[in-house]
């Protein structure tokens, strides 16, 4: 009989500590609800005391979800954990996650607390975490690091104070697999009230080795990894999830517990979240990248023709990757496209928002008649913005591009209400394109990058255009698709020139307690 394994997901938290890749409220409610069709127990929805945004998320996503629990993390100090608690209120079923941190380093240099200091704070974090729920997940940030016997003694007092899940974070990513599962296997045998919470771990890819440290965890006996969607998150990333359930699952001839996910909703996830984020997935990325289940040498061709797993240990569509499905034409009328779109988990919150998606999808139909359900995303993407995050709007773009003359831009751009014009040269349309956006707005933001994908194949495909600015402390990703990809990469600037304009200053997750 297998053991379940508990598949935390922290793509909205320690995901969206990835530079740029910050979300709307929305675009997390969209995330949230693909997390539950996927069926992960656990969706670490945010840092509620890190700005009033990530707090109004996160009660939003508890008020929306009803299949998974719902997450906030903490710090261990009583200001965060009610923010937190408070957060959660709504979720049918709520978690609290606080940590302190338990290596030397991290408790002198960062903490300048004591270890007796250290363990009587996590022993009343989850005092107060109590108030709130008896779900309450207790991190030992940087216990990579940490010394064996303290992790044992504080491990100890949160489970006798009430912890109920306690994690084994590698918070920078130094470990390697057999150490790391004999960390966790000495602690199951050590700590004496072991057997009565869950073990969990949580693993960075600092060194490449998330995914195989949480699975070497998973074989001493961990029953909760935290991952996340695309493993997306600080630094190189969190353990990926697509990989976890996909491992714990081909391979259930080695490991002795399951997961509840419905592997069918992992593409469908990480599309979602790439899109969503700006960060394109890698074309031989694992399970979910565009090569994963691409045969090109002839000898592999032959043999999948003549038995699919002579060279393929897992199905395509087993974990959702199916042809390009036609779903939707010219002749669709809205009601179709309300179906499809509620059929991909999109709930549009406005009759106002579904008639301008509507009144989009309709001038792309005439544009590219094939309208595939990535079409739907990216086109939803762009209509998923509230008032006040779009306070700069495209009215009109124009470009001249001929061999031998200097590109040349004209834009009008709705600002906070008033029409602006710009124009502007450059080295390429998309360049004076730009310049010409920046003569209205001057925001002198630096360009960390720009990427264009086609959505689908063929040449009327969209161009998904992403776009990375920095400015000052912040880094935001901007997202924008159209046929035409000069006008996507307008879109896509004011995406995030937008980001910027609306500023969210958030409290550093990993700081003092
Ligand atoms: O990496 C880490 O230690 C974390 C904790 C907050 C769990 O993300
Ligand atoms: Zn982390």
Same mark, same amino acid.
């Given at each position: 009989m297998k053991q379940h394994l508990v598949i935390f997901d922290t793509t909205l938290r320690d995901g969206e &500590?990835?530079? %740029? !890749?910050s979300m709307t409220k929305e675009e997390k409610i969209r995330v949230a609800r693909q997390l539950e069709k996927m069926r992960v127990d656990v969706i670490e929805a945010g840092f509620a005391a890190a700005s009033p945004g990530d707090f109004d998320s996160i009660h939003s996503i508890a008020q929306a979800i009803k299949d998974s629990t719902v997450c906030s993390l903490a710090r261990a100090n009583e200001n965060d954990i009610r923010r937190a608690g408070e957060a959660i209120k709504p979720a049918k079923s709520g978690r609290i996650h606080t940590f302190i941190a338990t290596s030397p380093i991290h408790m002198e240099k960062k903490l300048r607390m004591t270890p007796d200091q250290v363990v009587e704070q996590a022993v009343k974090a989850i005092g107060w975490a109590r108030q709130y729920t008896d779900d309450i997940e207790f991190s030992a940030e940087d216990a990579g690091r940490s010394e064996i016997d303290f992790l044992c003694r504080i491990f100890e007092e949160v489970i006798k104070a009430g912890a109920t899940t306690i994690n084994v974070p590698d918070t920078v990513g130094y470990n390697i697999p057999q150490q790391y599962a004999d960390t966790i296997r000495q602690l199951i045998e050590r700590v004496p009230n072991s057997d009565t919470v869950v073990w969990s771990v949580h693993c960075h890819n600092d060194l490449g080795l998330a995914v195989a440290n949480s699975l070497a965890a998973v074989m001493a006996g961990a029953r909760q990894v935290e991952c996340t969607i695309n493993g997306l998150g600080e630094r190189a990333g969190n353990a990926s999830l697509e990989e976890i359930v996909m491992a714990v699952r081909t391979r259930s001839d080695v490991f002795p517990v399951e997961t509840r996910v419905e592997t069918t909703q992992i593409v469908p996830a990480s599309k979602l979240v790439s899109q969503i984020t700006g960060y394109p997935v890698q074309p031989n990325k694992a399970v979910v990248g565009a090569n994963a289940f691409a045969h090109e040498s002839g000898i592999h061709q032959d043999g999948v023709l003549k038995h699919r797993e002579t060279y393929e240990i897992m199905r395509a569509q087993d974990v959702?990757? @199916? &042809?390009n499905k036609l779903v939707l034409g010219k002749h669709s009328g809205r009601n179709a496209f309300k179906t499809r779109l509620s059929e991909l988990g999109i709930e549009l919150d406005s009759d106002e928002a579904l008639n301008a998606a509507f009144a989009r999808f309709k001038e792309l139909a005439d544009k590219k008649h094939e309208i595939f359900d990535e079409d739907l995303h990216a086109l939803v993407s762009d209509e998923v913005v509230t008032p006040d995050q779009e306070h700069y709007k495209l009215v009109y773009s124009q470009v001249c591009s001929e061999t031998g003359e200097l590109p040349f831009a004209k834009v009008i751009l709705n600002v906070g209400g008033v029409e602006k014009k710009g124009e502007a040269g450059g080295g390429g349309p998309v360049d004076a394109t730009f310049k010409a956006i920046e003569s209205i707005v001057g925001s002198g933001a630096e360009l960390l990058l720009y990427s264009v994908n !086609?959505? @689908? @194949? %063929?040449?009327?495909a969209q161009g998904e255009v992403t776009t990375r600015l920095a400015k000052g402390e912040r880094i935001v990703n901007g997202n924008g698709a159209d046929t035409d990809i000069v006008i996507a990469s307008a879109r896509s600037y004011l995406n995030a020139l937008n980001k910027l304009h609306s500023s969210r200053d958030k409290v550093k997750a990993q700081g003092d307690v």
């Open positions: &500590q990835s530079p %740029g !890749a959702g990757w @199916t &042809q !086609a959505i @689908t @194949t %063929g040449t009327d």
